[in-house]
């Protein structure tokens, strides 16, 4: 039996559903924190990994505009929208906002354990790229300014002979500074500092 790590966070306003949903994904060995509003979630979230269950309809602030506000901070939760048969159009807004499938209510148990495990697997990805960006970040510190300089144009393309131009040093100086570039950054090889400065713009 395959085991999911993280916390289900179930965002809802409606006691009887959220209460519900708690005992059936606790019956399968998820851990689960439940929040009865937006507001809740956000004061309460510490940063854990996990995915969330959103109701989109909720009084003061709804399901689109928390998922609006958790971009914002930069939390990141695979998002699973659940709706009422009146708010497809508000879920399909999530989807396109980045939530990962909706679920209109009432829906089958079946259906929502598989998606949840799903939606964990996914926090495990966005988790793991998270770290890889970090540590990237952490490395892309250590450079001087003008090994940033060297990068950057490394990256656009330009050869050695062009970038000594561009920054009026010699070419041999150009490849000193590309090897410690590439050597601070642990860059095996110039697709891999390409893919790496991608993740810093992210």
């Not at 090994?147 to 490394?154: A, K, N, P, Y």
Request: net charge negative; with cysteine.
């Amino acid at each position: 039996m395959t085991r999911y790590s993280g916390t289900v966070f179930i965002v809802d306003d409606d006691d009887d559903f959220r209460d519900s949903m708690q005992w059936l994904l606790e019956s399968d060995d998820l851990p689960v924190q439940s929040f009865s509003s937006a507001r809740d979630f956000l004061s309460n979230y510490k940063g854990d990994k996990g995915c969330m269950l959103l109701d989109v309809r909720m009084p003061e602030i709804n399901g689109l505009a928390l998922q609006q506000i958790m971009l914002e901070r930069d939390i990141r939760l695979p998002i699973v929208v659940l709706s009422g048969h009146g708010d497809i159009p508000m879920a399909v807004t999530a989807m396109k906002n980045g939530a990962i499938d909706f679920l209109e209510k009432p829906f089958d148990d079946e259906v929502l354990i598989p998606l949840v495990q799903n939606a964990l697997i996914k926090a495990d990805e966005m988790f793991a790229d998270r770290q890889q960006q970090e540590q990237v970040r952490k490395q892309y510190e250590t450079l001087s300014r003008r090994e940033r300089e060297v990068m950057s144009l490394v990256v656009s393309g330009k050869a050695n002979r062009e970038i000594a131009e561009e920054l009026g040093i010699s070419p041999k100086t150009v490849e000193v500074h590309r090897s410690r570039v590439m050597s601070k950054m642990r860059a095996e090889s110039l697709p891999e500092l390409v893919n790496q400065a991608s993740q810093l713009e992210g």
